[in-house]
């Protein structure tokens, strides 16, 4: 995949936020997204039908008061854990006893923006939990990258290429990290955080981890959004 190139003067106007925009409620609002994928999470069992996770997940976040979401609720099962964001999954796939799924939701909360993504095994199949924690170890790997060296979004993504390369995974690159703001964050900007040829503001972008096997069906998935260490 071929990403076109922002420049560094347009950072400013990138990285604009909209008339609610508050850090604290966007951090209130990361810390209720990644409560709720934990949630999802553990309540999902093999033997349990992909759309009916997918349903409940849903539940859970009308529960939570989090329903309305600025994209659509994914839950991924198996051999859909391969699919790129937006893509329909195979219908019918049940998880298995030694599976792998992943979550991803966006909610929003009143202004705010939510959005995070974490992978998930059933069982004991070494390669698949490898896989999930890998996509974790990738995420912070390249984050480091973005503290210590204040690297650009572009040079960001070369990197977990290549982090991920090392650990025997191919990339998704059509998931390659986005802005995040008061709702709604595409009046501002939509591309990719792998295009910005300047180094990303904390708290403003989501970075996204997705990894395949390199010929079985399985993947993994995180993201959240890039902050310091004293954040995870």
């Known amino acids: 995949m071929t990403t ?3 420049s560094s003067p347009d950072q400013a106007r990138l990285e604009g936020v909209g008339p609610a925009f508050d850090p604290e409620r966007l951090l209130h609002v990361r810390t209720l997204t990644r409560q709720a994928i934990q949630r999802i999470a553990a309540a999902i069992q093999p033997g349990m039908f992909e759309e009916d996770a997918v ?12 329903l309305r979401g ?8 198996g051999s859909n854990t391969t699919k790129t964001f937006g893509a329909p999954s195979d219908p ?3 998880l298995g006893e030694d599976d792998l799924f992943f979550i991803d939701i966006g909610p929003v909360l009143q202004d705010w923006e939510g ?8 069982g004991r199949d070494p ?4 896989c999930a924690a890998d996509a974790r170890a990738i995420f912070h790997e390249v984050r480091h990258k973005w503290l210590s060296e ?15 390369a090392a650990r025997g995974w191919v990339l998704n690159m059509d998931l390659s990290g986005h802005r995040i703001a008061d709702f709604p964050h595409a009046a501002i900007h939509e591309g990719p955080l792998a295009g910005a040829d300047f180094p990303p ?9 997705h990894i395949r096997h390199p010929s079985e069906a399985y993947g993994a998935f995180f993201e959240d959004l890039l902050l310091e260490d004293s954040y995870f």
């Open 201 to 209: 503001s904390r708290l403003l972008w989501v970075l996204e981890i």
């Open 150 to 164: 204040r690297a650009t979004g572009r040079a960001l993504y070369d990197y977990a290429v290549s982090c991920a």
């Open 70 to 77: 600025w994209h659509d609720v994914y839950v991924r099962f």
């Open 55 to 66: 349903e409940m997940a849903r539940d859970l976040l009308a529960e939570a008061g989090m």
């Open 127 to 130: 390669d698949k939990a490898r």
């Open 115 to 122: 959005d995070g993504g974490d992978s998930f095994v059933t």
């Open 4 to 6: 076109q190139a922002i």
């Open 92 to 94: 019918g796939v049940v």
